[in-house]
Every structure is written in structure tokens, then in C-alpha cells.
């Protein structure tokens, strides 16, 4: 009988894909791979700690999967277990600790744990990575979009984030590693190949032959197979009338650009030591609308960053008013031990944090339909995933390429298909054609 290995995922597509990795290694080395809520003979838990609630839901999986069956072996993988790998050392639920390095010896660390029992956990920090470790898949459980990790590590230190200090320096994948993973996947019967890393605009930063994050772009989107191309999320600097002019000249690419804002208040970005302006962002955004037709800007903010006022708050929600974004993602502040911003004076309450991220919110609701809307009656290339039901009614669910949730009926199997479809109203945040 194979032994059986079960994974849960925690955090981001970074993540996600260091564990679609994982799983595929251990099969290839002859583990089953079983549900997590099964008894398996190896747990194996990819942890997150970009919030305090990452981290309470990282320690309870972990403790979940020994209870489940207190004979496994619980293998703690990832940020959270390379940030607090000094007390999951003590913590009897953890049998091997492996941090954001050594993902790539997880088969080999499980056979020695199995050979010689608990002789002292594994901790690979981020400072041991002077390369980009490879990992890769040959096939992803989604069958129609495949997420490839192209990058590691971030410098930019901005004073809210734990994560520098969880993955260590910039590492880049080569090109060509890249280029024939995508290859791989779309034989494999992906559609949509998304790039994505733990801060991409850095690619090629480590890298001595100059390649740059728009040169690996050229590369993937020229690569066989490859027809829907989408990026992970971006930095504003990135985007200036050059690389806006590179990207708008592949028609692979999607026309859906994460840039990541935090605060529309210059004060604000300041002490979140983020190096650019609200003015300049709006350029960012601007050039984008230039050079793409109604492109899909999606964003992320802070609420309740330490020393926000009522008015910077309210300086944000203008901003936020007048930029239009397709989505908003909003995050109370999540105070980090070990950033700087964690010994800042003025830490807010919970409750404002939370009061005003409902406030933010409320508005992507509002501009989110408000974006939808306009691709009414417009036809819309939709990449169908799988069957919902929404109310009594049974309906094919994809994505267009502005990250539009497209619902259509069809009694046709639409599966890992992509068609064009007519949109002609919007419900619950998704558009129905």
C-alpha cells in the first residue's frame, strides 16, 4: 500500500503553486494524495503569516492534521513556518519544520524523518537562498488556468509587510525554465497562463544578462501554446509609456492590471514607505487606459494604517472614487512584529479599522457593477471552469479576459472551453449572458 499524503494550501498564488509542486513531487515519488480531511500518513501544511489571522489559521491546521491522525507525520512549510520557526520547534504538533527554502528536499526530509524519527527539525531560512529553488508542475488540478511561479523574494521593505523577511532577496527563474513550463501546461490543456511571483516587478533584478519582467512577458506570450497571458500583481513603477506600449502591442495579454495602491493619501503611503505618489499613480493608471480599450484595474488597500486620520481615510475613499477600479481589495491593517510599522505611534482600534474597511467595500460593490455593466451587450471571450448554482438554477461559470465571472445556461458541456459569449444584466457581481 502507498503511503498517503494530504495538503492544505494556505495564503497566496505564490503559495498555491509551491504546493501544486509539492504534491506533485511526493506523487512521483509514490505517495497517494488523499483529501486533508482523510487519514493520511503525512500532513503537509504550506503556512502563510502576511496577517495574524494567517497565523492563527496556520497553527489551528497544523494541530488539525495531528488530531486527524496523531501518528502522521506534520511537516510545517512556508512563511509562517520560517518566521515563527523558533516556537513551532517546541510545538509537538510539528514534526518537520521547513521554512521558504528546501521545498525542493521535502521527499527526501520525510524519508529521513521516517528512517531515524525526531532527530531535530529542519528550518531553511530565506538567507540560505542565493538562487532560485526550482520547482515546477507538469499539469495543474484547475486543467484551465495554470499559475506559474516566476520570481521569489522581495527588498522593497515596505513598513507594514512581514514578507521581505519571510522570503529573503529577489530571485529570478530563467526564461527559458519558464517558457517550457507554460509550454508543458498548455499541452496539457490550459487555456490561460498567469505569471506570478512574490513581488514580479523585481524579475531579472538578480539576473546578469539584463532581462527584464516585459522580456520574460514577450517570451511566454511567443510561446507555443500560450494564448491567454495574465499578470500577477504590479508595482506602479512598472508601468511607464515604454512597458505600457511593449504590453499593448501582445494581444495574448489580458487587458486586467493588478496595481497594488494601499492608500490614496500621500501621508499615509509615506509612513507605509511605498515610493510613489496618489498623483502618480493616477499617471500609472492613466497610461494604462491609453494604451488599453477600458482595461480592468484591480487594487488592494490598507485600513486603519497606524496614525491614519479621519481625513486621510477620507482622502483614500476620494481617490478610490475617482480612480473607478473594476475591484478594490481591502484589508484592515494587520500589525506585524518585526516591521517597523508595528513600533509606530497612533495604532488604531479594531473596530475603526474594520469600520472603515466596510466603507471601502460598499464602494467596490458600487464600482464593480459600474465596470461590469459597460460589457453589456459587448461580446466577451469567456474561459468556462465549472458548473454553480445560483438560487434553483444550474449555470457554466468562467472568466472573460478583464477577470469578468461570466454565467451563462447551455446544456453543452462547456468545460475548459472558451467561447464568446453576449452579456445582458448583472447580479451579485457577475454578469450574466
Not at 25 to 45: H, N, Q, R, S
Not at 186 to 203: D, K, N
Not at 342 to 368: C, F, H, T, W, Y
Request: hydrophobic share 35%; with cysteine.
Amino acid at each position: 500500500m502507498p503511503l498517503r499524503a494530504a495538503f492544505h494550501n494556505l495564503g497566496c498564488k505564490v503559495n498555491a503553486y509551491e504546493t501544486e509542486a509539492m504534491q506533485q513531487m511526493l506523487e512521483e515519488a509514490g505517495y497517494e494524495i488523499v483529501p486533508f480531511a482523510e487519514t493520511a500518513d503525512v500532513y503537509v501544511i504550506n503556512t502563510c503569516t502576511v496577517t495574524n489571522i494567517a497565523d492563527k489559521k496556520s497553527r489551528q491546521m497544523l494541530h488539525r492534521a495531528k488530531k486527524q491522525n496523531p501518528g502522521a507525520i506534520v511537516v510545517a512549510v512556508g512563511c509562517y513556518a520560517q518566521i515563527r520557526g523558533g516556537e513551532l520547534e517546541e510545538d509537538p504538533a510539528v514534526d518537520l519544520l521547513i521554512g521558504t527554502g528546501g521545498k525542493k528536499d521535502l521527499v527526501s526530509e520525510i524519508e529521513k524523518f521516517r528512517k531515524n524519527g525526531r532527530t531535530g527539525q529542519e528550518h531553511f531560512g530565506p538567507s540560505e537562498c542565493r538562487s532560485y529553488e526550482e520547482l515546477e508542475i507538469s499539469e495543474t488540478r484547475e486543467h484551465t488556468r495554470a499559475f506559474i511561479k516566476v520570481q521569489d523574494g522581495c527588498d522593497r521593505f515596505c513598513s507594514y509587510c512581514i514578507i521581505p523577511y519571510a522570503r529573503g532577496r529577489v530571485r529570478s527563474r530563467s526564461p527559458e525554465d519558464v517558457c517550457r513550463e507554460a509550454e508543458r501546461l498548455t499541452a496539457s490543456g490550459v487555456h490561460e497562463i498567469v505569471l506570478t511571483g512574490i513581488h514580479i516587478c523585481s524579475y531579472g533584478k538578480d539576473r546578469e544578462d539584463g532581462t527584464k519582467l516585459t522580456d520574460l512577458v514577450r517570451a511566454v506570450h511567443a510561446a507555443e501554446g500560450v494564448t491567454r497571458l495574465r499578470l500577477g500583481s504590479l508595482e506602479p513603477s512598472f508601468i511607464t509609456e515604454e512597458t505600457a506600449e511593449a504590453l499593448a502591442g501582445l494581444p495574448g495579454l489580458c487587458p486586467h492590471f493588478h496595481l497594488s495602491l494601499q492608500s490614496g493619501c500621500d501621508a499615509t503611503l509615506r509612513r507605509m514607505n511605498r515610493r510613489y505618489t496618489a498623483e502618480e499613480f493616477a499617471g500609472k493608471a492613466e497610461l494604462l487606459r491609453r494604451y488599453f480599450d477600458d482595461p480592468a484595474l484591480t487594487t488592494d488597500i490598507i485600513t486603519g494604517f497606524p496614525g491614519e486620520t479621519e481625513e486621510e481615510f477620507r482622502e483614500t475613499v476620494r481617490f478610490v472614487e475617482e480612480m473607478h477600479f473594476f475591484e478594490t481589495h481591502v484589508f484592515p491593517y494587520s500589525r506585524r512584529e518585526g516591521t517597523r510599522a508595528a513600533d509606530m505611534p497612533g495604532q488604531l482600534p479594531e473596530k475603526i479599522k474594520k469600520d472603515r474597511s466596510r466603507v471601502l467595500l460598499e464602494l467596490n460593490g458600487r464600482q464593480r457593477d459600474e465596470f461590469l455593466r459597460r460589457s453589456i451587450a459587448k461580446p466577451v471571450e469567456v474561459l468556462f471552469e465549472e458548473r454553480v448554482r445560483m438560487g434553483q438554477e444550474m449555470f457554466w461559470a468562467g472568466y472573460g479576459r478583464k477577470y469578468q465571472r461570466v454565467l451563462i445556461q447551455s446544456g453543452e458541456d462547456l468545460a475548459n472551453s472558451v467561447r464568446i459569449v453576449h452579456p445582458y444584466g448583472v447580479q451579485n457581481g457577475v454578469l450574466l449572458a
